[in-house]
């Protein structure tokens, strides 16, 4: 397994617990990209205790959040003299602060960046210079760094790790309890139909002997299957190595196999049974393979 995968493998398989002497902390951790979550920042354990001062001073001043990392609000901070209203954060406890929001919506980005990147942000007055000739400086904290334990995933379907490449272990979790298409509820065998894409003309399906004259029917290949999941009814599992799994699959444009190209367009795939057509196209579900130097 190559040294970014290895990385948040470690990542999520570590524990975390809230230390209350912290500046900044996020909760619930772990953290989930698409789903509220609470940055608190507590003031009387910064290391700049200036805003803290600020404040025993002027207790009527309301706290803004400023934040760059993963990146800026996607809707503003604001300038530093006059923060955005919608930065003003919650007076949960004496010099204890919050701010809810769901990262991938709040910050504008996809999941592997918030989880990557933490959140970089600091604390301050609605007038960031307020102040500042009567206690020497700027009305702010330091600059917090937030680390971010990511949520494993409770979806229908997933994938796990969430970054990886064509050389690494790959495995799905299917939970046919949250399928929402009612002909493939209650499933005792489940397959998946998976489609390796060197770029967006040249398609590998796995056990497919492209001859379009005979419909495909991924429910009828044995190493398409996925395996019970021991102790979790309706749960189904399937781990593969991309690059390996498809070697001697054939094209769909001259049927010459595949020979371990990068897969720049990723694998296509989706869930089914034997037997099984669609009524119309078959869900378009891409997992994106990474393609490193």
Same mark, same amino acid.
């Given at each position: 397994?190559?040294?970014?995968?290895?990385?948040?493998?470690?990542?999520?398989?570590?524990?975390?617990?809230?230390?209350?002497?912290?500046?900044?902390?996020? +909760?619930?951790?772990?953290?989930?990209?698409?789903?509220?979550?609470?940055? !608190?920042?507590?003031?009387?354990?910064?290391?700049?205790?200036?805003?803290?001062?600020?404040?025993?001073?002027?207790?009527?001043?309301?706290?803004?959040?400023?934040?760059?990392?993963?990146?800026?609000?996607?809707?503003?901070?604001?300038?530093? #003299?006059?923060?955005?209203? @919608?930065?003003?954060? *919650?007076?949960?406890?004496?010099?204890? !602060?919050?701010?809810?929001?769901?990262?991938?919506? !709040?910050?504008?980005?996809?999941?592997?960046?918030?989880?990557?990147?933490?959140?970089?942000?600091?604390?301050?007055?609605?007038?960031?210079?307020?102040?500042?000739?009567?206690?020497?400086?700027?009305?702010?904290?330091?600059?917090?760094?937030?680390?971010?334990?990511?949520?494993?995933?409770?979806?229908?379907?997933?994938?796990?790790?969430?970054?990886?490449? #064509?050389?690494?272990?790959?495995?799905?979790?299917? =939970?046919?309890?949250?399928?929402?298409?009612?002909?493939?509820?209650?499933?005792?065998?489940?397959?998946? @139909?998976? *489609?390796?894409?060197?770029?967006?003309?040249? +398609?590998?399906?796995?056990?497919?002997?492209?001859?379009?004259?005979?419909?495909?029917?991924?429910?009828?290949?044995?190493?398409?299957?996925?395996?019970?999941?021991?102790?979790?009814?309706?749960?189904?599992?399937?781990?593969?190595?991309?690059?390996?799994?498809?070697?001697? *699959? +054939?094209?769909?444009? =001259?049927?010459?196999? !595949?020979?371990?190209?990068?897969?720049?367009?990723?694998?296509?795939?989706?869930?089914?049974?034997?037997?099984? *057509?669609?009524?119309?196209?078959?869900?378009?579900?891409?997992?994106?393979?990474?393609?490193?130097?």
């Amino acid at each position: 397994m190559n040294r970014i995968s290895q990385g948040l493998a470690i990542l999520l398989a570590c524990t975390t617990t809230v230390a209350w002497g912290q500046a900044a902390y996020v +909760l619930p951790s772990p953290t989930a990209a698409d789903a509220e979550c609470t940055l !608190y920042i507590d003031l009387s354990q910064c290391q700049d205790q200036r805003l803290s001062d600020m404040l025993d001073a002027y207790p009527d001043e309301a706290v803004y959040l400023w934040a760059w990392n993963p990146s800026a609000p996607a809707a503003g901070n604001g300038d530093w #003299g006059d923060s955005d209203d @919608h930065q003003v954060m *919650t007076k949960v406890a004496e010099k204890l !602060y919050s701010f809810s929001f769901i990262p991938t919506e !709040y910050f504008g980005v996809d999941g592997p960046t918030f989880f990557t990147r933490g959140i970089s942000c600091l604390a301050k007055f609605d007038n960031g210079y307020a102040y500042e000739e009567e206690f020497g400086g700027e009305a702010k904290t330091e600059d917090l760094s937030v680390g971010i334990v990511p949520q494993l995933c409770n979806g229908r379907m997933c994938v796990f790790p969430e970054f990886r490449e #064509g050389d690494d272990f790959v495995t799905f979790t299917y =939970d046919n309890n949250q399928e929402t298409n009612p002909d493939l509820e209650d499933l005792d065998e489940v397959y998946l @139909h998976l *489609t390796a894409r060197t770029d967006a003309f040249t +398609l590998y399906t796995y056990g497919d002997d492209g001859v379009a004259s005979t419909p495909f029917d991924a429910g009828t290949v044995p190493e398409l299957k996925m395996e019970p999941v021991e102790g979790k009814p309706g749960f189904f599992s399937f781990t593969f190595v991309p690059e390996d799994f498809f070697l001697g *699959t +054939l094209s769909n444009i =001259d049927q010459s196999p !595949y020979t371990g190209e990068p897969l720049e367009n990723g694998v296509r795939w989706y869930i089914t049974k034997p037997g099984y *057509t669609f009524t119309g196209p078959p869900p378009a579900n891409s997992l994106g393979i990474l393609i490193c130097d």
